[in-house]
C-alpha cells in the first residue's frame, strides 16, 4: 500500500499563490505517476495535473496549464503543485494520487486539502 497525504492548502486572495505537497510512503517503488486531482462543492472530481515518478513528463488541464506547475522530489517522495494566478473558480478540495505501472488508474489517494481563492 502507498500512503498519502497532502498540506499547503489554505485561504488565498485572488492572484496569489499557494504550494501543496504530497508526501508518499509506503510501497513508493509501486508508484508509476503522481496526479492532483479538485472537487469543488457540487462538481465532480476533475484531473489537475499529473507527473511520472521517473522522467520529465508532465500533463496538465487546459485550466490549469501556464499557471500551476506540478514537480517531485523523489529523496522526499513528495510531489508538489505551484498554483500562481489563483481565481475563484480554482476553489475546492485538492486530492493527491498515485498511480501504479500495474494499473490504468489511481489507485492511491490523500485525504484533500481544501484551498479557498477569494476574490
Known amino acids: 500500500q502507498v500512503q498519502l497525504i497532502e498540506s499547503g492548502g489554505g485561504l488565498v486572495q485572488a492572484g496569489g499563490s499557494l504550494r501543496l505537497s504530497c508526501a508518499a510512503s509506503?510501497?513508493?517503488?509501486?508508484?508509476?505517476?503522481m496526479g492532483w486531482f479538485r472537487q469543488a462543492a457540487g462538481k465532480e472530481r476533475e484531473f489537475v495535473a499529473s507527473?511520472?515518478?521517473?522522467?520529465?513528463?508532465?500533463n496538465y488541464a487546459d485550466s490549469a496549464k501556464g499557471r500551476f506547475s506540478i514537480s517531485r522530489d523523489n529523496a522526499k517522495s513528495t510531489v508538489y503543485l505551484q498554483m500562481n494566478s489563483l481565481k475563484p473558480e480554482d476553489t475546492a478540495v485538492y486530492y493527491c494520487?498515485?498511480?501504479?505501472?500495474?494499473?490504468?488508474?489511481?489507485?492511491?489517494w490523500g485525504q484533500g486539502t481544501q484551498v479557498t481563492v477569494s476574490s
Open positions: 507527473i511520472r515518478w521517473t522522467g520529465t513528463t508532465t
Open positions: 494520487a498515485g498511480r501504479s505501472g500495474r494499473t490504468s488508474g489511481y489507485g492511491y
Open positions: 509506503g510501497r513508493t517503488f509501486d508508484i508509476f505517476q
